[in-house]
């Protein structure tokens, strides 16, 4: 048996290969779709539940509102932490919309520490000044939403997916009026060096697998 990335092949008497299963990719965030939740620590913002469809689910309205307070902060949710060890390789990834707010700033925070800082805009997608450490991708998904994903190894043994506002590129300290804010969904954070479908989350982390099959003679995936 052969390995190739998250691809399990056998060889046949041929010598021939079949593909036969992926990996399991764990979603190591908790409540992934309730940043509402006590899990979720918050500074100088709430976040209200529900407030909009889904960018993967139109009938279903499980996006929240990121929105910042009126005190001169930071504006942001974190997440639960998360084990690693040092140099593991991490996939941070959520959804994000424009609201009154079309700057967002993400961190890959490892232990409260040491912060691997992007910020994007959410208008256009653009990645409009980043952490050296960090490969960030912003894919346009559909009703405004895009996925943002910031790859990095470790550099602590904890691990938070961060997200904030921002007024603009580098600019997420600022007095808040009270109700903008930008809407947010779907967070994941999984060891690997590239994302994986979404994997939604309650109280536990989510592991799951997938069955290739694949079994036509052209190697086409």
């Known amino acids: 048996v052969t390995t ?10 041929a010598g021939q290969m079949h593909p036969m299963l992926t990996t399991s990719r764990t979603n190591l965030v908790l409540y992934s779709e309730a940043w509402d939740n006590a899990s979720w ?10 407030q909009i469809a889904s960018p993967l689910d ?9 929105k910042e307070d009126n005190t001169n902060a930071e ?19 959520f959804y994000a919309k424009a609201k009154e707010r079309t700057f967002i700033k993400a961190n890959f925070l490892n ?5 691997y800082n992007v910020w994007i805009n959410l208008s256009n997608g653009a990645i409009t000044s980043k952490n050296s450490n960090l490969t960030v991708t912003t894919e346009l998904i559909g009703s405004g ?28 300290s600022y007095a808040g009026d009270g109700s903008s ?11 690997d060096n590239f994302v994986s479908n979404y994997i939604p989350t309650v109280g536990s982390t989510v592991s799951v697998s997938t069955t290739l099959n694949d079994t036509s003679e052209v190697w086409d995936f």
Not at 58 to 66: E, G, I, S
Not at 75 to 93: D, E
């Open 58 to 66: 139109l009938n279903a309205f499980t996006a929240d509102l990121l």
């Open 145 to 172: 939403f895009y996925r943002i994903t910031l790859t990095a190894q470790a550099a602590a043994t904890v691990l938070n997916l961060l997200v904030g506002l921002a007024t603009g590129d580098a600019n997420n």
């Open 111 to 115: 232990s409260g520490v040491v912060s």
């Open 41 to 50: 620590n918050k500074n100088a913002a709430t976040v209200e539940a529900n």
């Open 75 to 93: 504006h942001w949710v974190r997440s639960n932490n998360i084990t690693a060890s040092l140099g593991q390789t991490f996939t941070m990834s």
């Open 181 to 191: 804010g930008a809407y947010v969904f779907g967070a994941q954070v999984e060891q």
């Open 4 to 13: 190739i990335d998250d691809f399990v092949f056998e060889s046949f008497s």
